[in-house]
């Protein structure tokens, strides 16, 4: 049974910081693609970050270019965002999720009806 487990959302004062950890069970996440996705209230859900297979590419909103980094971290199937100069707006849930059907993709989307495995979510709010 695949099991996804966000954590490390938390409150912070805009332009901190923040690192999101994603782990991941029952499955082998090095080859699979992973995304991070966020929800804020009244809006859809977005696509901020995506990592193919290790090695492969990262692609990032828009809005978050040059902000967020994801990385696979050195414990196998953990993933990470880091998030610098974080503004209100960056306030969401946010998920991560796995998209089951990419082993060996060396490209990734950020469009949620491609993952088919998702956490329950962790909290991110920006505020003074």
């Known amino acids: 049974q695949v099991q996804v487990v966000e954590s490390g959302g938390g409150v912070v004062q805009p332009g901190g910081s923040l690192t999101l950890s994603c782990e991941v069970f029952?499955?082998?996440?090095?080859?699979?693609?992973v995304g991070w996705f966020r929800e804020a209230p009244g809006k859809e859900r977005e696509g901020v970050s995506c990592a193919s297979k290790r090695g492969g590419i990262s692609r990032y909103l828009d809005s978050v270019k040059g902000r967020f980094t994801i990385s696979r971290g050195n414990v196998k199937n953990t993933v990470y965002l880091q998030m610098n100069h974080l503004s209100p707006e960056d306030t969401a849930v946010y998920y991560c999720?796995?998209?089951?059907?990419?082993?060996?993709?060396?490209?990734?989307?950020?469009?949620?009806?491609?993952?088919?495995?998702w956490g329950q979510g962790t909290q991110v709010n920006v505020s003074s």
């Open positions: 029952g499955f082998f996440l090095e080859y699979y693609v």
């Open positions: 999720a796995v998209d089951g059907n990419s082993y060996g993709s060396s490209w990734c989307n950020l469009v949620s009806r491609e993952y088919n495995y």
